[in-house]
């Protein structure tokens, strides 16, 4: 993945994931009644493969993750 690259999802959770590892928020967009969500990874890590499979890299403190969902949800809602 280069560094122009953008991660998609519209997993809440994983996109939570993804901003408590340090990605940023590029953009949102609705598309029907599901959220997208934008991320870019200037460091270039393979963090799905890391989510999905449990590595190292999915170690992110439990109330890191807890403010992440949080924040994601009132974007959401706060958005419609």
Do not use: W
Not at 6 to 16: G, M
Request: aromatic content about 12%.
């Amino acid at each position: 993945m280069s560094t122009n690259e953008t991660i998609r999802t519209s997993d809440l959770y994983f996109a939570a994931f993804l901003q408590s590892a340090g990605c940023k928020i590029v953009k949102t967009e609705k598309d029907g009644t599901k959220n997208i969500f934008h991320f870019q990874d200037d460091l270039n890590r393979n963090l799905k493969d890391a989510y999905f499979n449990e590595g190292e890299e999915s170690k992110i403190p439990a109330l890191k993750f807890s403010n992440a969902v949080r924040s994601l949800k009132t974007m959401v809602y706060v958005r419609n």
